[in-house]
């Protein structure tokens, strides 16, 4: 029973870090504007100066591209919340019925994962290369922290109880 409710607290917590990037993101939309324009744009890129497809410059583009990270963080964090309170419901059930209420978990970490791998790391930091500046490397290195996270709680939440 105890190990439920760690499971439960820790899905909790992978629906408030989600919310929280969100609602920072929001509280700070003039900034996230300026750092997601900063990576598409390309600009400071020393190290890699070309790139073999494109940058984007199109201001519509880039508001979109922000408006998309936080509005998928938004959607993790909600789906999170809702499959912690799903884990709530089934606490004290059988474990085969436990175990299936955990699939919602599942479907966040898979929104929150495309957010933080399929957003930060495959398309800012190899398409757009954003490592190449400290404001885009610091991006980087916190969305590692993120997936990471995301990653471990999901294959810990997975494995049954005994």
């Not at 509280?27 to 070309?50: F, I, K, Q, R, W």
């Not at 994962?113 to 916190?142: E, H, R, S, Y």
Request: charged share 10%; proline share 2%.
């Amino acid at each position: 029973m105890t190990l439920r409710w760690i499971k439960v607290l820790l899905v909790l917590s992978m629906s408030l870090m989600c919310l929280f990037f969100a609602l920072q993101n929001l509280a700070n939309l003039d900034a996230v504007m300026h750092t997601v324009s900063s990576v598409l744009t390309m600009t400071g890129h020393e190290y890699y100066p070309n790139t073999f497809a494109f940058a984007i410059n199109n201001e519509w583009l880039i508001q979109l591209a922000a408006w998309s990270i936080i509005l998928l963080e938004l959607l993790a964090g909600l789906l999170f919340l809702f499959a912690t309170w799903q884990l709530i419901q089934q606490r004290n059930a059988p474990a085969q019925i436990f175990q299936k209420a955990k699939s919602m978990t599942f479907i966040a970490a898979g929104v929150a994962t495309l957010v933080w791998f399929g957003l930060f790391f495959t398309l800012g930091g190899a398409f757009f290369q954003m490592w190449q500046t400290p404001l885009g490397d610091g991006a980087l290195n916190d969305s590692f922290s993120a997936f990471a996270s995301i990653l471990l709680v999901t294959f810990f939440v997975k494995q049954k109880e005994d």
